[in-house]
Structures are given as C-alpha cells and as structure tokens.
C-alpha cells in the first residue's frame, strides 16, 4: 500500500490561496491579519493587502454593519458558530450577495467562509432578508418596473395592496401618485431623477414627510456586467432617533447656555462685590490710621476681620467659575516657600492666640529657597489649610510641616502637613469633604460657616500642580491634611529686596494722576490714598470723560479702571493712546489676580496693572517704584542682569576670555535690535520688527531674558488681528527692556 502524502504546511497554505471560495482571519478587534485571493475578489478588490488590517465593517453599510452586531454576533458568541446569508459591498459600493460562515476561534478572533451567492440566491429568499431589515425596500428593474417590495415599503408609503400584488407596476407612475406624501414633492421629484440619471450609490440622504416624518433614504444602482440591471431604493423612519438627537442637542445646548450664563453672572457678582469690599477695607483702614479709644479700635479690628472673611468667599466663588470654565491656570515664577510659609503664619498667628491656641511651623531645611512654582496659589493652599484647622480647633495645638520627600536633580517632591487637635470629621462626611459647597454640620448656631469651596478648590489647584492631597480624621479627636507637591529648583538670582515706603515717598510728591473710577467710593478711597502721598488728584468716572480731561491737560499717570459704563478702561486706553498726549503711562486697575490675564492687559498698551483691593502702603510702593523704575522693576532687572551673566559663562565654559567675547557679541546684537525696532516703530513696519524679533528671539531664551513671552507671542501672531496702535505698544515694550538691558551692562 502506498503511503499517505503528507500535507506539509506549503501545501496547506497553497490549498486555501488557490479555494474557490474566500477564506479570511480576524482578529478579536474584527480586524482582517489574513485572507485569500477569492475574498478579496468577492468584494472586488484586486489583492487581498487593500484590506488587510481593515475592519470587517469596512465591506458593509453602516447600517447592516450595525445589524449583524445587534442578531448575528450574539449567536456568535454564545454558540462559537453562525452560518446564513448577508448583503455586504464591493469597492465600488454595489451589493454583494454572499452566504458566509463564522467560527469564534480560543484567541477571540474569526475564521470566515465566505462564497458568492449571487447566482443562487431568488426572489423569496431575498424577500425574507429584506422583511427582516426593519427598512423599507423596493427594487426595481431597468425599465422602472417593481421587481421585489416589501411590506414596511407599503406601510411606509400608505400603499394598500400586498407586496405581490405591486412586482410588475411602474415606479414612475407609483412616485407621481407619491409626492404628495413628501413635504416638498417637487424637489423629491427632482433629487429622484438626479439619482436615477446619474446611478451613482447614495447612503444616508435625509428625506421629510408632510406628516413631519423623517425618513433616510439610500439609493444603490444595480450593474451586473458593467450593464445597469435596476435600482435599489432603501427607506428607514429615523423619526425617534431625529428627534432624540434634536432633544438632546437642545437640551446639551441649555446646559452649556445656563453653564456659561452662571459663570458670567458669578464672576460680574464676585466683581461688583469686590469694588465696594475694596471701599469697605480702604476705609477701615484709613479710619484706623486715624487716633481711635479702645471701643473704636475694637469696633474697626471686627469690621477688618469681617471683610477679609467676606472677601474670601467672593474669591472663592470667582476661582470656582475659573475652574469650570478651564480658565485657571497655575503660573510657574519664582517661589520662596519659605517666604510663603511665612506669610501665612504672621496672617493667621493672631487668629490662633485670640482662640488661646499654640501654631507651631516647621520647615526642612534640605527643601530649596528658590523654586518654580506659583507663590499666590501655594499661599491660598496654606491659608485654606492652615484657617480651617484653625476653625475648627476649640484647644491645643495646630502644627503645619513642611519636609522634603524626594529630591531628583533639580526636582524636589515636597510634603505639607497640617494636623490639629479639633473637633475631626466623622468618617460619612470625611468620604464628602472635597464635594462643593459640602459642609459638615457639627451642631449650635453656628454649625455651619463659610461657603464649602476652600477644600474643593484646594484640591483642584493641587491637582492642577500635579500634586495630591489626602484628609484623614478621628472625630473628635484630630484631623490631618497631607498634601505632596512636584517642584522644579531654578537657578540663583539676586534675591529682591523691597524697599520701605518711606524710601520711595520722595517719588509721589506733586505728582499729577487722573483716577478714572466709576465706583464713587471706591475712587473717593484711590484719591484719600493719593492724596496722603502727596500727589495732585483729578478724578473721572468713566472712559470718555478721561478721555475729554487728558485731551486738554498732562498728567504723570492715569490710574484706569477696566469695567466702567459709557466707556470702558481698554477702549478709553486705546483713544489717549492714539491722542496728543499719547505719551502718558495709563496704569489698570482691575480685580484679575492672574498673571495671563495681567499679561494680557500689558500686551493691549496698559503700563503697568495693579490689582484691586489695594492697601495704602501697597499702593505707594507700587506707584514709587513705578516712577523710579520708569515702568521696570528694579529687582526684576537686577535679577535679569545676573541670570543673563551667569548664563553666558556656561555658555563659555567658564572660559573668562570665551565670556567677555559671548558678552560683546549680545551687546552687539541687542544695540543691533533697538535700532531697527526705533526704524520700524517709526515707519510701523511691524513685518521688518517680526523678522528682527525672530532672530533674537533664540538669544532671548538662551540668556535669560524674561518677561517678554506674552508679548513675542502676539507679536508674532500675525493672525491675531493686533491694531497699529496695539503692535506699537508691544514693540515699544520691547525696546525698553532691551533699552535697560544696553544700559546696565554699559554701565
């Protein structure tokens, strides 16, 4: 007996290339990783690699796609097996007829048999599929004549006979008797025609009844040959799904509406509240420079206590908008976090002692003095902290510690402890404690305070900084905050050293400053404030009456609020601007407390932004460094001086010799760039000043020279659709800074 050939895996793979019919291997995704030629051929495609790492999907509508996940994959999945008929679509997009078989195979894909089914397919078993699509079909030949309808196309069109009863009558003659069921029958009749005349497939077109019903309709040519055998035509009701859709796109439209609508009507609130609470500390605090018995003093350390209070809770419902709307960022500058620490401490120290309580403060001596980080935002982590434990702790000690966990090169990981000896929070509420608004009721008239923000925004600013926050508690006994933030070490610069007021107040006297304030009391407090310095006060309570004042007199600066009526602050700013006296520096005054929006208000020609409410002392250091520094901070420039020094020797190596040549070199080359800035200025060639800016922009991030980025970025915008006036702003801005950096290395 002769024996058995072998069927060696060559042989096997050439048996299922060369089957007549089609064979192909999915993935548990429904991708396709194999298939043979009589597959690919099925389908219309000349080799199998055009659909190789396609989805099945790809060789369906999407409508029949969706139908063999709803009944076929089920069965699937449950037996292993499924055999049976499918229409799916060649590469032009013609029907395929095909009967396939699927096997779920032990790694979750599919092996598929796949034969042609065109030729052995008729009327009833078609009729069969086609009453199971849930779709209205009619198919017709090439003399317009019904060859196959089914019955959802009869109910559909109000057509009272059976199915049978309409093969053989004339589609033209049936759309005419039609139209009057369309909403807009002459342009059905239209897109009909268009479709028959041109017999290109068309999927998905969205038709209206006259009874508001929404039918899709597909249109498939049938060509056998290449020679046209009939039409196809496909009616589904997407009435439900249309009008669904419409509800929930209403009704995600109210959302976003009522949304934004509460995030304007908080943040106008927070901004009108926080003009008189200005009015309210300025006051308080001029009356408390006045001489006062012990009831007065008394009477103004409460109504100091209450607004501070207050004026928290209007911070944090301004930060809680900013959050929802994406608008808050966290601002990376230079950080002391010891000074930080500091400062919170010496704010909330006395508040501990009033309570008889003891605050004790440590700080690992191992974590960097200089950090990039966000000092405001770090401090109101603290405070919120810090002021809570202290609220809710009656005896005992509140203890905050500062350590350093981790250190990477110039990373640091930095833990903040805070642990009171309070009332704790019970283990139901501790599960709630970061929600909104949430506060745990702990009993008498006062059960309850504040708004419920403070842990809610803490953790969603710790978040923001890529730290994380962890509150644990035993009621009645101590509560424990314990926070982990990522901080970068940055390089050694001149420490800043804030000058006393009584060093600067030479800078204010007979100074000449128009207060534009549309709040009376709030510029009533700005001209007390000025006035206490010496300075010559003129006031304006909106824009345009500025603007009439400057128009006819000079003044040192003008102090201009942002959010006035007849006239705001930016428009009033852009008209001195342009005017005669268009040299005068406008200083902002405004609620905004971030540094991208201060940027923003520099960037549009203000020069300078102070930050609303403001104390007297505050605002004489912030006007005398103003006018001593001619619009540029002393300490920022000193620090600027040794980082752009230090950075040039490591560019050299520490070679003196390399140094001094790097040095001439960005000498030259700032000298190079003032003068063809001052050349386009002059011309406001603002393409020319682009090309300059963009050859020194490199040399302006290498050496350390900061506070530009906002402006380089829109200066470089040219699609930003910046006015004349605001790009000469922005290119003067440069020119005095690359102008100070010229004269302190020469000097």
Not at 324 to 352: C, F, H, Q, T
Not at 656 to 674: D, G, N, P, R
Request: charged content about 25%; proline content about 3%; hydrophobic content about 40%.
């Amino acid at each position: 007996m002769n024996a058995i050939p072998k069927l060696t895996p060559e042989k096997q793979y050439k048996a299922i290339e060369n089957a007549f019919d089609g064979i192909a291997i999915l993935d548990e995704s429904g991708i396709y990783y194999y298939m043979n030629k009589a597959h690919a051929t099925l389908f219309g495609y000349d080799s199998a690699d055009e659909l190789i790492g396609k989805s099945w999907k790809h060789i369906y509508t999407s409508e029949y796609a969706d139908k063999i996940e709803k009944d076929i994959f089920p069965v699937l999945m449950s037996t292993g097996n499924w055999s049976g008929e499918t229409i799916g679509k060649d590469k032009l997009g013609q029907p395929v007829l095909q009967y396939i078989s699927l096997t779920l195979l032990p790694d979750r894909g599919l092996i598929c048999f796949c034969q042609d089914n065109s030729k052995t397919i008729n009327a009833n078993r078609l009729q069969y599929l086609m009453r199971n699509l849930g779709k209205g079909i009619l198919v017709e030949d090439e003399e317009n004549r019904v060859v196959l309808v089914n019955s959802k196309f009869c109910e559909m069109f109000h057509i009272g006979i059976s199915p049978e009863k309409m093969n053989g009558a004339d589609c033209l003659e049936a759309l005419e008797n039609a139209l009057p069921l369309f909403a807009e029958p002459d342009r059905v009749r239209e897109d009909i025609i268009g479709l028959v005349t041109a017999k290109n497939p068309v999927i998905g077109d969205e038709v209206s009844m006259a009874d508001e019903r929404i039918l899709e309709r597909d249109y498939i040519p049938i060509i056998i040959g290449n020679v046209f055998k009939g039409q196809l035509w496909s009616y589904t009701d997407v009435t439900q799904s249309k009008k669904l859709q419409k509800s929930l796109e209403e009704t995600k439209n109210r959302a976003i509406a009522s949304e934004r609508a509460k995030s304007v009507f908080l943040s106008t609130v927070s901004h009108e509240i926080r003009t008189p609470m200005h009015a309210i500390m300025g006051f308080a605090e001029q009356l408390s420079l006045t001489t006062l018995n012990e009831q007065q003093k008394y009477f103004i350390h409460n109504i100091q206590d209450a607004a501070e209070g207050l004026l928290v809770i209007i911070n944090d419902i301004l930060d809680m908008t900013k959050i929802e709307a994406g608008k808050l960022n966290i601002e990376n500058g230079l950080l002391n976090l010891r000074d930080v620490v500091k400062s919170v401490e010496n704010i909330l120290r006395p508040k501990a002692e009033e309570k008889g309580l003891i605050l004790e403060t440590s700080f690992d001596s191992q974590i960097n003095t200089l950090l990039n980080g966000d000092p405001t935002r770090i401090r109101q982590i603290l405070m919120n902290i810090l002021s809570n434990a202290i609220k809710f702790t009656e005896t005992g000690k509140v203890q905050l510690k500062l350590q350093l966990e981790e250190a990477k090169g110039l990373d640091q990981r930095v833990s903040i402890t805070c642990l009171d000896t309070g009332k704790g929070i019970s283990e139901d509420a501790i599960r709630f404690i970061f929600n909104e608004f949430y506060q745990e009721y702990v009993g008498g008239y006062n059960g309850l305070e504040g708004t419920g923000l403070g842990l809610s925004i803490t953790k969603k600013l710790i978040h923001l900084m890529d730290g994380n926050i962890l509150v644990t508690s035993e009621k009645g006994k101590w509560t424990k905050v314990y926070i982990e933030i990522p901080l970068h070490v940055v390089e050694a610069v001149q420490p800043e050293v804030e000058p006393e007021v009584a060093d600067l107040s030479k800078e204010m006297l007979e100074k000449r400053i128009l207060i534009v304030e549309d709040n009376k009391l709030s510029r009533n407090l700005f001209v007390i404030m000025l006035q206490n310095m010496g300075c010559l006060v003129t006031e304006a309570e909106n824009g345009q009456e500025a603007i009439d004042i400057v128009q006819t007199d000079s003044f040192d600066v003008v102090l201009m609020d942002i959010q006035m009526p007849v006239m705001d602050g930016l428009t009033a700013l852009k008209k001195i601007l342009d005017g005669p006296n268009s040299h005068t520096p406008v200083i902002a005054l405004t609620a905004a407390a971030f540094k991208s929006e201060v940027s923003n208000l520099l960037s549009q020609g203000f020069a300078d932004c102070i930050t609303k409410p403001i104390d007297q002392k505050n605002l004489h250091m912030r006007l005398s460094q103003f006018f001593k520094n001619h619009n540029l901070d002393a300490s920022h420039v000193l620090a600027m001086k040794e980082r752009i020094k230090t950075k040039i020797e490591e560019m050299a190596g520490y070679n003196q010799s390399k140094a001094a040549t790097l040095m001439q070199y960005l000498a030259e080359e700032i000298k190079f760039a003032i003068k063809e800035w001052k050349l386009a200025l002059i011309s406001r060639d603002w393409n020319s000043a682009r090309k300059i800016l963009h050859r020194e922009k490199m040399m302006i991030h290498s050496v350390g020279i900061t506070g530009l980025d906002t402006i380089i970025e829109d200066f470089e915008n040219e699609k930003a659709g910046k006015t004349d006036h605001e790009m000469h702003m922005m290119l003067s801005r440069m020119i005095e800074l690359f102008t100070e950096i010229d004269n302190m290395f020469a000097g």
